[in-house]
């Protein structure tokens, strides 16, 4: 597992490039809690900005994706 995954990933496609196992990344915290903060703030759209930062995590190379976003991405797929 990487982490933090947004800071690392440059990290994330190193690790999937020499390893034949799923890679796992975690989208901590405070990564979590910028976007929600900025978007509070009215500085950005948090959905786009959440599904930018997942997206960034998964074509880096992240087979797994934990993060606290996970029932706002699973909503916002769904709409």
Do not use: C, H
């Amino acid at each position: 597992m990487v982490k933090p995954a947004g800071a690392y990933l440059d990290i994330i496609r190193k690790v999937k490039d020499s390893v034949q196992v799923p890679v796992a990344a975690y989208q901590v915290s405070g990564e979590y809690a910028m976007i929600k903060a900025a978007s509070a703030n009215g500085w950005l759209n948090e959905k786009q900005a959440m599904i930018e930062s997942l997206t960034a995590i998964r074509r880096a190379g992240a087979d797994i994706i934990v993060s606290y976003f996970a029932k706002d991405y699973a909503k916002a797929i769904e709409d």
